[in-house]
Every structure is written in C-alpha cells, then in structure tokens.
C-alpha cells in the first residue's frame, strides 16, 4: 500500500508565478489535510477536505490560496502571485475517517520563491 | 484556543542515556494527543498517540508517552537512545471531534557518541 505521494518534492517560483502542490492520498482514504511548515517553525493547519468539498479552511490565507480535492485525481493546493513568505515546506497528510483517526503525511514539497 | 508548548527545542543526549521530551497542551475540552517524529528532508511519522484508556502510551522505536491530565502533559520518554533516533520531535493536539492537529515547535533530538 504506496504511502501519501506528493509531488513536485521541490519547487521553485518566481515572486508573481502560480505554484501548485499535488497530493495523492493514501489508498481507500477520503479525507485530505495541507499543512506547512516554514523554517524553524512546527507545522500549521491549512485546510481539511473530503472528496469535492472543503471542511475547514481556517488555517487558509484569505487571499491567494485555495484548495480542492475532486472526485477524480489528487488533491490540489494552489498559490497564486507567491511571494517570498510562501517559501516553506508543505504537507498533506491523509486519513481513512477523520476524527481519531491517524493522519499519514507525506514527505512534503519544499516551496521556494525567488 | 488550542496551542502545544515543547519546553525544549533542543535536546542533546549521549548514545545509550535516557530522554524525555518534554510537552505541554492547553486545552479546554477533551483532546487527542500525538507524537510525530521528522527525519531530515522527510514527512512526519507517527510515533503514537492517545485516545482514551490507558495514560500510558506505547509507541515505535522503544518510545512511551504517559498523559497526565491535572498537569495538561503528555511527556516522550525512551530509556535508552540510539544514534538512529537523531531527528525532530513534534507533539499534537486536536480536540476531540475535530480534525486538525494542532503542533508544538518541535524539538530537535541530538544523539552524540
């Protein structure tokens, strides 16, 4: 069973370019989490989604950030116009329920904007 | 508003001596408690967690937790340590019937010869 699969591992944008991070679950789960972590810092809640619908997006930045997981294919976390804050590692981690259950992480995709 | 407090953000121990990372959480409702652990340039790995029952937790790689909940902690501890274990230590919280995790800073577990 392939654990949660992200994908660039490495990415790097321009100030103004659009970033997106790709996150395949692990299989059978449902319910998808984005986190990030910037340097020296622990990780932050981003957003919680289940298949085509948003939970909680209460970690999300109100501006330039937005999120989906549809019915087919992997979850997208999309930057618009990166700045260089946006430079961070970022993490899905999925689960097979919700509340409870252990979330599996990814190994992240490590944003940096020049 | 739920937050995690890692006492130490560095931790250095001689191969073979005893740790314990420290953890402290501040909630108002019951919570879900977990330990992750982060090798260089890699995910997060669950060390264990607690849900209910017994406050003393069992995890991976020889390491325990015991939550205590009249002093809000929930302390990592491992008798004796290897090399391999070198890595970042991260404590989580999540309310239960929430889903997010809430994470300390993390402390950074050094293992010298």
């Known amino acids: 069973n392939a654990g949660v699969m992200q994908n660039p591992r490495h990415l790097v944008r321009r100030r103004g370019q659009e970033a997106r991070l790709r996150c395949s679950p692990m299989?059978?789960?449902?319910?998808v989490y984005w986190y990030r972590q910037l340097p020296e810092e622990g990780l932050k809640f981003m957003v919680y989604?289940?298949?085509?619908?948003?939970?909680?997006e209460s970690g999300m930045p109100k501006e330039r950030f937005s999120a989906e997981f549809p019915k087919e294919g992997p979850s997208i976390l999309r930057i618009q116009q990166v700045v260089r804050g946006d430079s961070a590692a970022y993490f899905c981690?999925?689960?097979?329920?919700?509340?409870?259950?252990?979330?599996?992480f990814g190994p992240g995709t490590r944003l940096l904007v020049l | 508003a739920q937050s995690v407090t890692q006492l130490d953000s560095q931790v250095p121990v001689f191969e073979e001596a005893p740790v314990e990372l420290r953890c402290n959480y501040s909630?108002?409702?019951?919570?879900?408690l977990f330990w992750y652990v982060q090798y260089p340039n890699q995910g997060l790995q669950l060390l264990l967690k607690?849900?209910?029952?017994?406050?003393l937790v069992k995890g991976i790689n020889g390491f325990e937790a015991e939550f205590n909940k009249s002093q809000t902690s929930f302390h990592l501890r491992k008798p004796s340590v290897h090399i391999s274990d070198t890595a970042e230590y991260f404590c989580?919280?999540?309310?239960?019937?929430?889903?997010?995790?809430?994470f300390g800073q993390g402390t950074r577990l050094t293992i010298n010869p």
């Open positions: 909630s108002s409702v019951s919570v879900y």
């Open positions: 981690a999925s689960s097979h329920w919700g509340v409870s259950e252990t979330q599996y």
């Open positions: 299989k059978g789960h449902s319910h």
């Open positions: 989580a919280v999540s309310d239960q019937g929430a889903q997010k995790l809430v």
């Open positions: 989604l289940q298949k085509e619908n948003i939970i909680d």
């Open positions: 607690y849900l209910s029952g017994s406050t």
